[in-house]
């Protein structure tokens, strides 16, 4: 998810070829029902490319870029903007989910894409995996890299990274694969005193046949994956009926001051966003967001 102006546009890994744009009420707060905004369906006219999509951007240049979890590779309405090396490739389920940019000097950009992490999915798993390891959880891995206005990077070798680094999630009490682990489905740039960082969104769940999730928290981190100060929990700011709602994505809706997070639909609950605004120690008013 991403703020355009007064827009916010949607990728649905439902969906192929397609983003969803809406317009935001004027002065937006508290729980936003998605249909109720009319969503308008944008075609990608390299539609080929945009499957399986997961998190959408825009750059500083104003291009829209949808990252395409099946490709590992972030795409435009002219192709490929960058493709991630095979690190990032969706193994069990898990795969390229979070994508946040920030601006750089001449319309330049500072991209970060995230690798979820969390329990794979057994059954998704080759055969020859599943037979040798048991459900083990992955740490969220980010990579950050730069991009030129205008510009494609191609195949992204890892040694043109900026950085890659694994993402410190909380280690909750108990021993897979009945234990519930942390994968990370979305992150924004933030500020963290006078240092970038991550304000990520982390979700839990066990491994069993019939997984349950049972966190949902924002969590800060620091450019080398460390956490920073504690998490908020999302059940506890959320409308009491969405507690437990599968929240998937974020974005600024005020930089550094308020967020809109937004859930999945499920059996009873319509897709829905909520803005939040973040307690004041978390709060980073500022440029460059």
């Known amino acids: 998810m991403a703020?355009?102006?007064?827009?916010?546009?949607?990728?649905?890994?439902?969906?192929?070829g397609r983003y969803f744009r809406l317009r935001l009420p004027r002065n937006a707060s508290g729980l936003i029902v998605l249909n109720d905004l009319d969503p308008q369906a944008v075609r990608l006219k390299q539609?080929?490319?945009?499957?399986?999509?997961e998190s959408i951007g825009v750059l500083a240049d104003g291009r829209i870029v949808a990252l395409s979890e099946r490709l590992r590779s972030l795409v435009d309405d002219?192709?490929?903007?960058?493709?991630?090396?095979?690190?990032?490739s969706e193994v069990g389920k898990r795969g390229l989910e979070g994508l946040a940019i920030r601006p750089l000097a001449k319309q330049a950009s500072r991209i970060?894409?995230?690798?979820?992490?969390?329990?794979?999915?057994?059954?998704?798993?080759?055969?020859?995996?599943?037979?040798?390891r048991a459900p083990q959880p992955l740490l969220p891995l980010v990579l950050v890299h730069d991009l030129a206005a205008h510009g494609r990077a191609g195949r992204l070798k890892l040694a043109n990274a900026v950085s890659t680094v694994e993402l410190d999630v909380p280690h909750l009490p108990g021993?897979?694969?009945?234990?519930?682990?942390?994968?990370?489905?979305d992150l924004v740039w933030t500020r963290l005193g006078e240092a970038w960082g991550f304000l990520v969104l982390?979700?839990?769940?066990?491994?069993?046949?019939?997984?349950?999730?049972?966190?949902?928290?924002?969590?800060?981190?620091?450019?080398?994956?460390?956490?920073?100060?504690?998490?908020?929990?999302?059940?506890?700011l959320a409308p009491a009926a969405h507690a437990a709602a599968n929240w998937e994505g974020l974005c600024w809706l005020e930089a550094g001051r308020k967020l809109i997070v937004v859930h999945e639909a499920g059996a009873k609950l319509p897709a829905a966003a909520f803005v939040l605004?973040?307690?004041?120690?978390?709060?980073?008013?500022?440029?460059?967001?």
């Not at 539609?47 to 999509?53: E, G, H, Q």
């Not at 002219?78 to 990032?88: M, N, Q, R």
């Not at 605004?277 to 967001?289: N, S, T």
Request: proline residues 8%; negative net charge.
């Open 3 to 16: 703020r355009m102006g007064d827009h916010l546009l949607i990728a649905d890994d439902s969906t192929v």
């Open 47 to 53: 539609a080929t490319l945009a499957i399986d999509l």
């Open 78 to 88: 002219g192709g490929i903007v960058a493709e991630y090396d095979s690190l990032f």
């Open 112 to 132: 970060a894409v995230m690798w979820e992490g969390g329990y794979p999915e057994t059954s998704s798993l080759p055969a020859r995996l599943r037979a040798v």
């Open 175 to 185: 021993e897979e694969p009945a234990a519930q682990r942390f994968r990370a489905p």
């Open 202 to 236: 982390i979700t839990s769940q066990n491994a069993g046949p019939n997984p349950t999730y049972q966190y949902h928290w924002l969590q800060r981190f620091t450019l080398d994956g460390k956490r920073y100060g504690e998490p908020l929990d999302l059940a506890k």
């Open 277 to 289: 605004e973040l307690p004041q120690a978390w709060q980073c008013p500022g440029e460059g967001l």
